[in-house]
C-alpha cells in the first residue's frame, strides 16, 4: 500500500533546489507539486525565472569550454556510470514517477529502464562520431570533416515520461561534448532532479524551468485482412499506455467494413476485462489517474460533443468514481469526422472509432492534419502493408504492432510534429556540428 | 566588347515572366533590372505579390503528389538532362550572369561550371538515398527506416552566385522527391528565369519572389610559419573574388607579429599588378563593379571609419573613377578591433590587416563574433594546423587555401551563420524526412 | 532475319586481338568461335599464353602508376563516356552477344542496358568513395582513414552475360582507382573485344584469357498461401531467362501440398504458350540455343536420371528438333532429393518440382546445399514473409518475385558462392584498401 | 620479486584441458609450456588432433545454431559481461602473460586493458550492424539487404599478445552472432584459456590448436625537418615494445642525410638510458626475454650478417648474460639494403639506420617489400605529410608517433600482410554476410 504524498519516496532523491554548476541552489521563489492519484502534496519546489535561467546558461556554457576538450572515450564513461547509478536506484526512481504523475508502477519501472538504455545507447554512440575524408577534383588539396559539439543545449521536457524525456536528449547532447540546461514540466520536477542527483558526484550540469508542446494525432487502422485478436492487442497497448497520455497513443481508430464489428465488440470485451482504474501504486493497477483535473475535463468535452453528434457510447463514458483526476476508459463507435476527438489530440482513455470502406479512404482520413507524428494498422496482405506504410504522413509507423519505441529506433514525427529525430544512431547529429576542412598547399 | 544592356545575351533564355506550373505566367506588377557596371535597363521582370506566391505554392504541391512517386532512377535522369542543357548552353548563361550582376565573365563561365555541377553531383545523389533495418532486441518484431521527401521546398537565393546558389538546393531538393518554389534576388533574376526556361521541356516547377541574408566575417590568419607567398595568393583569391562580394571572402586579415610587415608589403605588390578594375565583358577584368551603390556606400563608410581612428591605406582606398558603382582594391594596417569593418561584413573590395602576437590571440579575435561561416589561415606546422583548425568557430576552414568551395564537400556555417549543410552527401538530408516502420506481429 | 556467322555484325567492333595497354596485340596462337545456334564460325581470337599474360599484368601496373594519381572526377567522367558510347552501340553490341551465346535478341537487348548501367552507376560511385575521421581516447593524435585503389585486378568472366559480367567488374576496378587484366570466357569473346574497342580512346586497359565457375541451385518456393498467378510468372521468369543459364535461375522447385496441383498445372500452360525455341535474331524467340552441346547432353542426363528414379514429366522432356545444341522447356513432377537434379545445377530450360509438406521442411531441403547464390518464394503471409527471407541460406531472396538484378543492390552468395558483393553500394569496397594514419605529435 | 614458474599465478584461471562446447576436455596428448625467461615448466597443456579439432568445430555448430536467433543486444550484453569479469582479473591475467610470454608487467597490464576494450568496443558494435533499405527504378519491388552472422569462425593467433589478439577477433565474432573455434599459440595458450574459463559461465564457446604467421617490415623514416627528440621518442616506443616481438615494430629505420648523425646519437643515448634488460615480473624491466632461443638466434644471424657487410655497431650487437633467451638492445648505423635486417622481419630488439638522401628514395626504399602492414615517418612540413602518408604502401601509418594501435582504428596490412580489417567499425564485417531481399508483388 501507499499512504499517499512522500510517504515511501527516497528523501535522499527527492530533491527541491534548482541544480546549477553542480550545485544545489535555492531561488527567489517555490511552487507546489502534488500527486494527482492523492492530492497530496509531494513538496516546493525552486520557481526559476529569468536571473536563475541566465545564471544557468552562463554556467553551462563554463562548463562547455572544458568539457569539449574531454575525449569520446571519457564521455562514454561518464555517461555509463549514470546508467549504472539509475539501474542501481531503479525503485526509488519509479515510485517518484508514481508519485508525481500517477502512473501505475509497473509502467513506472518500464519507463526508469526505457529511460536508463537511452544513456547506455548514448555512451556507447559517443564513441561513434565519425568524420570524413572526401575525395574533390583538386589534387592539391584534401578535404576533410570534422563533428564537433553545437555548445550548451536548452532542453525542455513534458511530464508524461518525467525521466526517459530528458535522458534521451540529455544523454544525446552530452554524447556530443555540449553541455545542457534542462527545464523539466513543472507537473513532474522530482524526476528530473532525482536524476540530477544521482549525477552529482560525476558531471557539471545544470537545471532550469520553461515549456514545450508536442501533439499527435496517431490514426489506428484496422483493415479486412487484419487478425482481430492481434489488433485489439496492439488497440489497448497502443491507446491506454499511461491512460491514454502519450505523444503515441492512438487518437482515432479506423476500421473497415467488414471486420468493423467484430473488433469493436472485442475491443470493448478486451478494455473490460485488462483495464483496472486504480492508484498507481496498487498492485493491478493499469490505469492510473490522468495527470490533472483540467486532462478530465478534456476528456468529457470530447465524449459529450461526439455524443451529442451521434457517436454511440461502446462502454465508458464518463468521470470515474476514484476522485476528481480519474476517468472511464471509453469506446466509441459510429464516430464521424466532424466530432472534437477526430481532429484534437484527447490525452486520455477514449478511444473513437469511424468505419470506412476503402484503403484509398482509410488513408485520406488518417492524412487530413497538420501533425504526424505515429500511426498503426492492421493487415495481413504484403502489398497493402507496404503501401500503406509508405503513404502514411507520420514519422513512426507500427504495422501489426501497437507498441514502437526502442531506443536503437528514430524517433520523431512530419508536418507540424516534424523536429528531427531523437534516439538511434540519428539522435545525436541534433548536437553536432559539421566543420569541413580544406587543407591546400599540397 | 559589350554595348551594355541588353546587346549579346540571348534572347531565348532572356525571360521576364514568372514561371508557374510548367508555364509562363505574367504578373499584375514588374520591377527594373539594371547591368550595375553600365546601368543600362535589361528588362522589367514580373513582381509577384501574396497572391501569385499562394498559386505557386499549390502548384508545387500538385506537382509533389506526382513527383514522389518517380523512382530515383528518373530524378537522377531528368537532373542530368538539365545538367546536360546548362553546359550547352554555357556561355549564354554566363553572359546573362555578367549583364546582370556585374561580374567578370571569367568568374561567370566558372559559376554556371560550378552552379551545373550542383545539378550533376544531386543526379547521383537521388539514387543514393538509403533507408535503414535495425536491429533491435524485440524478436517478434522488424525496424525498418525509410526516407522520404519532405513536400514543397520554398528556396530563396541571393544575387551573387545568381545561378549556383539555385542550384545547390534545387538540385537537392528535386533529387529527394521534392518540388519547389523559388524566389531568386531582385537584382539578379535574368539566371533563375533562364535556368527555367532550360529546364521547361522536362519538368513542373514554380519561380517565386522573397527575400534572404546569410552573413561571415571571415577571419585570414597569416602565422609566423606560414609561406607568405602561398598567403598573398590566397589572400587575393580569398579576399577578391566576386569584387568581395561572396559571404565566404575573407573579411578580417589577422597577421602575427613576425610576419607582418613582409605579408602586407607583397600583399600590396601583388593586388597593383593582379587586379584590375573594369566593366566584366572586357577581356582581363578581375574586378567588376559593386552590385548598386547603397554597396559601394557601405565600403567607403568602413574606410573612413578604420582611417579616422587611426588604420593606414596602404593602397586604394576610395571610389574609383570608373563609374558610381564601382570602389579601388584597398588595403588597411594598422587596424584595430573598434574599426567598423572588424565586426560589420564589408562585402566589397576592402582588406583591413590586424597584427597580433599569439595564437590565442588570433583565435579570440577570430572567434570574437556571432557568426561563423568561413575561416582561412596559413601555418605551415603541423600541430599548429590541427589546433587551429578545430579551434576555428566556422563551418569551413581553408588551411593554406583561399578557395575552398567544392561540391563534394558540405558548405554552411556554425552560431548564426548556420543552418544545415549544402552539397555535399549530406545537402540532400535537408530534403528527407525519416520514417521509422515497426513491422511486428511476427 | 540472319544468315548465320559473321553476316550483321559491326566489323568496326569485331576484334579478334588481344587489348594490351592500349593497343590491339596479335598473340602467338588463335582459337576459333562459333554461333551456337546455326554453328556457323564466327572467327579466330588470339590465344593468349603465359608470357601475353605476364605482358598485360606489366602493362596494367604500368597504367596503374598514373591512374592511381588521377582524381576520382576524372576517372567518373572516363566511366561516363564508356557508357554514353555502350548506349550509342547498343544494337551492334546486343548482336554480338546473341551472336556468340545464342541468346535472344531481346534479352541481349537488356543485357546490354544491364551491363551499361554498371559503368553509370560505377561513375557515380567513383566520387563517394569516403574516409573517416575516428575519434580516439589520445588527445595528442588524430585518427584518419584513407580510401586507396588495390593496383591491378584480375578479372576473370563467364559466357552467359558475356557483357554486364565485364562491366560489373570492371567499372567498379576502374572507379576504384585500379586498372585491370580481363579474361572473356572463350565461347564468348567477341562482346569483351567490343567493349576494349569502345573504350580505346578513352583509356589504357587490358585483355586476357583465363577461366572461373560460380554455382547455384536456387531453390523456389511456393506455399500454399501464394497468388498462384504471381508465382507462374515469377517461374517462368527466374527459370527460363537465357534459356536457364544464368547463375541465378531456379534449379529446383518446391510446392507446398494444398497448392500443387494447381502450380503445376498452371506452370505446364504459361510454358507452353509463352516460351518459343528458335534462333535468337528470330522474332518471338524466348527459347535459343544452349551454348554447346555439352550442356544439352548434361540437361538430357538430369531428365533420364529423374525419370528412372521416378519422375513424371508434365512437359518437354528431350532434345529439340531446331538443332543439336537446342532442347526442349522441360517441366517434371514426382521428384524427389535422391535425383541428379535436386543437388547438381542443370543450367538448362528443366524446371523439377518437389512436393513438401510444412515450412520447416522446405527451408531444410531449400538449405541442404553447400552453395547458396539465390533463392525465391512466394507467400501471402506477411509473418512467414519475414521467417523464410531470415532463413534462407542465400545471398539474395525474391520474395513473390523472379527477376531480381539490379545495379543499385549488393550481388553475391554465401556458403561455397560467397565471394564479396558486386555492384551498388558495396561493390566498390572489393577494389579498395583502408589506410589508417595515426597523426601523432600534437 | 617472482620465484619463476607456476609461483604467484591464479591456480583457478591457469586451465591445462581444452574447452569444447562450453566444457573442459582433456585430450589424448598433451604439450609442455615454460617461462622463457627463467625456463621453468609452466605445465602440460591438452594437445589437440584432428578428431578433437572435428568435435570443436561440431560444437561451436551446434552453438551457432541458436546463437544466431539470440538479440543484438543480448550478445552485446554477454560481452561487456565478459569484459567486466577481465578488468576484475586483470592482475591475475598479466601474470600469466608475463609468465609465458616473458613481456615486462606493466606490458602485459596494458595488454589485458587493450585486450579487454575490443571486448568493450564489440559489445557495442554488436547492436550497430545496419541493414539497408535501396531504392531501385522498380516500383513494384521493394530492395532490402539485411545483415547475417557467417557461421563458426575459426581464430588462429600467434603468442606476442596471448590475449589482446584472441578478443580482437572473438569479439567482433560473437559481437556478430557467430561462435568461434579458437587456436591460441602453442608457446602462450595459458591466456587463451583463461579467458575461456572467465567466460564460462556465460557462454558456450571452444578452444582447439592450429597456426598462423603475419609478417611485416615496417620502415621508419626521420626526414631533416623532424623534431629529433619526437623522432627517438618514438623511435623507442616503435621498435623496443615487448623487447621488438610485435608486428608493427619499426624493422628498418631509413633517416634523411641532414639529420641523421644527430637521429642516431640520441637514439642510441636514449636507448642506454631508458632500456633496461631483465625478468618482466622484475620492477623496472622494459626488455624482457625473446620468446626462445630460436628467436635470439635470428637476432644474432641479422647482426652478424650486417656487420659482415660493413655495418657498424653503435650500442649493443650480442646475446645478453642474463640467460640465453635474452639479447642486447642493438643499434646499427651504415646499413645497406643488401643487409637481412633490411629485407627480413628481425622480430627481436634490433635497430638498423639506413642513410637517405631525397623523399622520392626513402619512399622506394620504404615500399621495395611484398608486404605492408605498419610504417612511421617524422617530418614537420604539412605539405610532405600528406605526400608520404599517401604515398606507403602499408595498411597503418604513424605520423609522428610510434604507438598507433587503438580499438576504435582499423587494423590491418596491405600486399602479402593484407587480409581484412580488426577493430574499429570495420573489424565486425568479416564475420557479417549481406543478404539482399528483393520484395516484389507490390
Redesign the interface.
Known amino acids: 500500500g501507499y499512504a499517499g504524498g512522500l510517504a515511501g519516496l527516497s528523501a535522499a532523491l527527492l530533491r527541491t533546489d534548482s541544480f546549477v554548476g553542480g550545485r544545489w541552489l535555492p531561488a527567489a521563489a517555490t511552487f507546489p507539486v502534488q500527486d494527482p492519484a492523492s492530492g497530496a502534496a509531494l513538496g516546493m519546489v525552486a520557481d526559476c525565472g529569468v536571473s536563475e535561467a541566465r545564471a544557468a546558461v552562463r554556467a553551462a556554457y563554463e562548463a562547455f569550454c572544458s568539457w569539449k ?1 574531454v ?4 564521455r562514454s564513461s561518464l555517461l555509463r556510470k549514470w546508467y549504472n547509478l539509475m539501474i542501481q536506484n531503479k525503485d526509488d526512481l519509479a515510485r517518484i514517477i508514481t508519485a508525481e504523475s500517477g502512473k501505475p508502477l509497473k509502467e513506472a519501472h518500464g519507463e526508469i529502464f526505457y529511460s536508463a538504455f537511452f544513456l547506455e545507447w548514448f555512451s ?1 554512440e559517443a ?13 592539391d ?8 559539439p ?1 555548445g550548451v543545449a536548452a532542453v525542455i521536457t513534458p511530464w508524461n515520461f518525467p525521466s526517459a524525456m530528458i535522458t534521451r536528449k540529455v544523454g544525446a547532447a552530452v554524447a556530443a561534448g555540449c553541455t545542457v540546461v534542462v527545464k523539466p514540466a513543472e507537473d513532474t520536477p522530482f524526476s528530473a532532479l532525482a536524476l540530477a542527483e544521482i549525477l552529482l558526484h560525476h558531471a557539471a550540469n545544470s537545471v532550469k524551468r520553461v515549456s514545450m508542446e508536442l501533439g499527435g494525432l496517431a490514426p489506428f487502422i484496422v483493415f479486412d485482412s487484419a ?1 482481430v485478436d ?1 489488433a485489439v492487442a ?1 488497440a489497448l497497448a497502443s491507446k491506454f499506455r499511461n491512460t491514454g497520455q502519450t505523444c503515441v497513443c492512438s487518437n482515432r481508430f479506423l476500421v473497415q467494413r467488414g471486420i468493423h464489428d467484430a473488433f469493436v465488440k472485442a475491443f470493448a470485451e478486451a478494455m473490460k476485462k485488462n483495464l483496472h482504474v486504480g492508484n498507481g501504486f496498487e498492485e493491478g493497477t493499469t490505469q492510473g489517474p490522468l495527470i490533472n483535473e483540467k486532462a478530465v475535463e478534456k476528456v468529457e468535452k470530447h465524449v459529450n460533443d461526439a455524443v451529442s453528434k451521434g457517436a454511440t457510447i461502446v462502454t465508458g463514458g464518463k468521470r470515474h468514481h476514484l476522485g476528481k483526476n480519474f476517468f472511464e476508459p471509453t469506446l466509441l463507435s459510429n464516430v464521424t469526422q466532424d466530432m472534437l476527438c477526430t481532429h484534437e489530440e484527447t490525452f486520455g482513455p477514449l478511444a473513437p472509432v469511424i468505419k470506412f470502406d476503402t484503403e484509398e479512404e482509410a488513408i485520406a482520413i488518417a492524412n487530413a492534419t497538420d501533425v504526424g507524428l505515429a500511426g498503426y494498422f ?6 497493402q ?3 500503406v ?2 503513404q502514411l504522413e ?9 507498441l ?1 519505441s ?1 531506443v ?5 514525427g ?1 508536418k507540424q510534429s ?1 523536429l528531427g ?1 531523437e534516439g ?3 539522435g545525436i547529429d541534433e548536437y553536432l ?10
Open positions: 576538450e575525449s569520446a572515450k571519457e556507447e564513441r561513434r562520431v565519425y568524420g570524413d575524408i572526401i575525395y574533390t577534383p583538386a589534387k588539396k584534401r578535404a576533410l570533416v570534422l563533428k564537433q553545437v487478425n492481434q496492439g492492421y493487415s495481413q496482405d504484403p502489398a502493408i507496404w503501401r506504410a509508405e507520420v514519422g513512426m509507423v507500427g504495422v501489426n504492432e501497437g514502437i526502442s536503437e529506433c528514430p524517433f520523431g512530419v516534424g529525430r538511434s544512431k540519428y556540428e559539421l566543420k569541413y576542412v580544406c587543407y591546400g598547399g599540397l
